[in-house]
């Protein structure tokens, strides 16, 4: 069973694959942001950083999500 619908445009797919790739590079950041977190000896810049990009991306993910989904007429 695939994934993605079989009526969905390329255009749509490429959004759910970049989606994808975006949503485990999140994670990765999350896990990076709790492993320095933990470490004794803190870089605050660079965490500061790695969360300032997390939010970023969490942006892009909220974004293209929006694309995905259809406007509604009321």
Do not use: T, Y
Request: aromatic share 2%.
């Amino acid at each position: 069973m695939s994934a993605f619908e079989p009526d969905e445009s390329e255009e749509d797919r490429a959004v759910r694959i970049k989606l994808g790739l975006l949503r485990q590079e999140h994670r990765d950041l999350d896990s990076a942001i709790q492993a320095l977190s933990d470490a004794s000896a803190r870089d605050q810049l660079l965490l500061a950083r790695l969360k300032k990009k997390k939010l970023a991306l969490k942006d892009q993910i909220l974004q293209m999500e929006n694309q995905l989904i259809p406007d509604i007429i009321a």
